[in-house]
Nanobody, 123 residues
Framework: VQLQASGGGLVRAGGSLRLSCTASGRTFETQGMGWFRQSPGKERELVASINSDGARTYYTDSVKGRFTIARDNAENTVHLLMFSLKPEDTAVYYC?????????????????WGRGTLVTVSS
């Protein structure tokens, strides 16, 4: 399985971006997905995750109410909709796939990773 992320870029504070991640393979609809981010000098953190059928989601506190994770199993794609962006959201964002269908927030459960896409939010 390969994951291809896209949609990063430069945006001003208060703006919006949509990240997308498309997976190859035939098991996408059976596995949970997540978006992580990493900024310089910081550990990679889980931003949002979604279970296999999209019924359950998780958001880290700093993005609740601003970000939305959604998936389209027919298109093997997961999106991260980001609104009201802040300079502290600046990071490289990674999509990742778990080995479980259920919602998980453990980084170790995410075994397949895409290349990151850079999001830069200017003040």
């Amino acid at each position: 399985v390969q994951l291809q992320a896209s949609g990063g870029g430069l945006v001003r504070a208060g703006g919006s971006l949509r990240l997308s991640c498309t997976a190859s393979g035939r098991t996408f609809e059976t596995q949970g997905m997540g978006w992580f981010r990493q900024s310089p000098g910081k550990e990679r953190e889980l931003v949002a995750s979604i279970n296999s059928d999209g019924a359950r989601t998780y958001y880290t506190d700093s993005v609740k109410g601003r970000f939305t994770i959604a998936r389209d199993n027919a298109e093997n794609t997961v999106h991260l909709l980001m609104f009201s962006l802040k300079p502290e959201d600046t990071a490289v964002y990674y999509c990742a796939q778990t080995v479980y269908s259920s919602l998980t927030i453990r980084k170790s459960d995410y075994r397949t990773w895409g290349r990151g896409t850079l999001v830069t939010v200017s003040s």
